[in-house]
């Protein structure tokens, strides 16, 4: 490895690495290089904080569709 790519793994993760790093979570699809990178570099307070508002926004989405259904349904 070079120090360019050195230098750019030790940095704290950004917001989207931190988004993507999330969703990953969530399909549980996180590979190994990013989770070393996540548990030594990242802050645990953002990983919970995304990982609510992703929870929350996928209840949503599901409270939605279930509506729509139910409504198409006759219910």
């Given at each position: ?52 508002i ?22």
């Amino acid at each position: 490895m070079n120090d360019v790519d050195t230098d750019r793994e030790e940095q704290k993760p950004n917001f989207w690495q931190i988004v993507f790093s999330t969703l990953a979570a969530f399909l549980g699809v996180q590979s190994n290089k990013n989770r070393i990178r996540d548990f030594k570099y990242g802050n645990i307070y953002t990983y919970v904080v995304s990982g609510l508002i992703f929870t929350i926004i996928f209840i949503f989405c599901v409270v939605s569709v279930v509506k729509m259904v139910l409504s198409n349904a006759g219910m």
